[in-house]
C-alpha cells in the first residue's frame, strides 16, 4: 500500500519540476540521486530520507513544508499577502515571481 504523504509529496515534486522546465534527469543530477529514484519518489513508490527532501526542495527552490503539505506561505502576513497576489493575473504573477526572487537574490 502506498503512503498517501509520500504520494502527494511526489505529485508536488513532479509538478515543481514540470512548472521549471526540468527534466526528470537534470533535478535527479542536481540533488545527487539516481533518475529511477526521482521517477519512483514522483510516482509515490518509494519514500525519502530528510536529506534527499531536502536536496530536491533545494534545488526546486521551494521549502520542504510545501513538499510535504502543500502549504507555500505560513506566517501571519501570509493571508494577507496571498490575497494582493490573487488580485494579479497570470502573465504579472510571472513578472512579481521574477522580481520576488531576485530581491530574494539579492537578499543573499
Do not use: H, P
Amino acid at each position: 500500500m502506498k503512503n498517501k504523504l509520500y504520494e502527494d509529496a511526489g505529485k508536488r515534486i513532479q509538478e515543481m519540476r514540470c512548472e521549471q522546465g526540468y527534466t526528470r534527469s537534470k533535478l535527479a543530477e542536481k540533488a545527487g540521486i539516481s533518475d529511477k529514484f526521482l521517477y519512483e519518489i514522483e510516482k509515490g513508490k518509494k519514500g525519502f530520507s530528510s536529506d534527499i527532501l531536502f536536496r530536491i526542495a533545494n534545488v526546486l527552490e521551494v521549502s520542504c513544508d510545501y513538499i510535504l503539505s502543500g502549504d507555500r506561505i505560513k506566517g501571519k502576513n501570509a493571508s494577507e499577502f496571498l490575497a494582493v497576489v490573487e488580485r494579479f493575473d497570470e502573465k504579472e504573477i510571472g513578472k512579481l515571481n521574477r522580481l520576488i526572487r531576485t530581491l530574494y537574490d539579492f537578499k543573499k
